[in-house]
């Protein structure tokens, strides 16, 4: 037979010692049932929490009417977003966004609640959104977001303001934009055509990484597009400037008297500015002629300033093809004829 204790436990089995496990477990016990003893039950009668005022703290929007849709939607989220903060339960969730109501919102609300039968149930958190929603945001303003969320480009927009926009207009098509490759899709197919083709060849885990890749290829581009526009407007500078120093240059040449131009740069300017030179000292010298008794239709052998003229006529140097005395000569017998005829 198994040995049996002394004294009054005589005839019942010794416990064997609890081990430092099994102590510290028990110790855990209790200490969680204490912490939870003064949550539920606050010891010197602690005041409970102003939900009222941690709700204001978070500044939550007022509301008095909206021309857009958007707007509605937008106050709606941010008031949720600063009830759920300060852990509101349902019904106050309606009182604290109800407060926030001003105008033509306010006066929405009054008649709403007046409308209710006396012995209605409180209105809940979800009946709220419903209703307002389906007064401030009609169905036919949410058609036409629709319509423009499927007619959106990016157009002259950059990657962050379109990114905006289609996360905003996003919202009044959500079964467009239900799983993430869709949402890709969209975003893909409205981006410019040069952006579209170098994003297409590779696949993306999600669509913030397609975005956050469309931003740096969009930025890479700017960059290499105002680079191309320097380089270019330096050749077009350096192109010019040879020109106006030529200008500049034959501007300073033709300067000054004709009997000072360079002969052997322009023969052609000094051929034709020769000319009316020599008609007039010719003209001196028949004038002369005719003074003294010789006729004026004499030829005079003058040669020009610088080299002797050869007539084209007679062959004969000293005077040019119009005042040659061979074609004088052939022109006065037909004057005679026709003075006889």
Not at 7 to 14: D, E, I, S
Not at 201 to 208: A, G, R, V
């Amino acid at each position: 037979m198994p040995p049996r204790g002394r004294g009054r436990g005589r005839g019942v089995p010794l416990n064997p010692p609890a081990t430092i496990e099994q102590l510290l477990a028990v110790q855990t016990q209790l200490m969680e049932a204490l912490v939870n003893n003064q949550q539920n039950h606050p010891i010197g009668g602690a005041p409970p929490r102003d939900k009222r005022g941690e709700f204001l703290k978070g500044h939550p929007p007022v509301f008095t009417h909206a021309t857009d849709p958007l707007e509605a939607d937008d106050w709606l989220r941010a008031v949720e977003k600063q009830l759920n903060i300060a852990q509101c339960d349902d019904r106050q969730k309606v009182l604290f966004a109800s407060g926030q109501l001003q105008g033509e919102a306010q006066t929405w609300w009054e008649s709403f609640e007046y409308g209710r039968p006396p012995n209605a149930p409180a209105i809940t958190w979800l009946e709220f959104k419903e209703n307002f929603r389906s007064y401030h945001i009609p169905e036919g303003l949410m058609e036409l977001k629709a319509e423009e969320f499927q007619n959106l480009k990016q157009g002259s927009m950059t990657i962050p303001e379109y990114r905006d926009k289609f996360a905003q207009l996003s919202r009044y098509a959500p079964s467009e934009v239900a799983n993430d490759a869709d949402k890709q899709r969209l975003f893909l197919k409205e981006l410019y055509d040069g952006l579209q083709l170098q994003l297409m060849s590779n696949e993306y885990p999600n669509y913030q990484t397609l975005v956050n890749r469309a931003i740096v290829v969009d930025n890479k581009r700017k960059e290499m597009d105002a680079k191309r526009k320097r380089m270019q407007g330096q050749a077009s500078g350096s192109n010019t400037r040879p020109r106006t120093n030529q200008q500049q240059g034959s501007q300073q040449r033709y300067q000054g008297p004709p009997s000072q131009w360079n002969r052997g740069q322009y023969p052609q300017r000094n051929q034709f500015q020769q000319r009316p030179q020599y008609q007039q000292n010719q003209q001196q010298g028949n004038q002369q002629t005719s003074r003294q008794g010789t006729p004026s239709n004499t030829p005079m052998k003058t040669s020009a300033p610088n080299t002797p003229n050869k007539c084209f006529r007679c062959g004969k140097e000293g005077h040019l093809s119009y005042h040659c005395p061979e074609k004088q000569n052939q022109q006065t017998p037909q004057k005679q004829n026709s003075n006889q005829k």
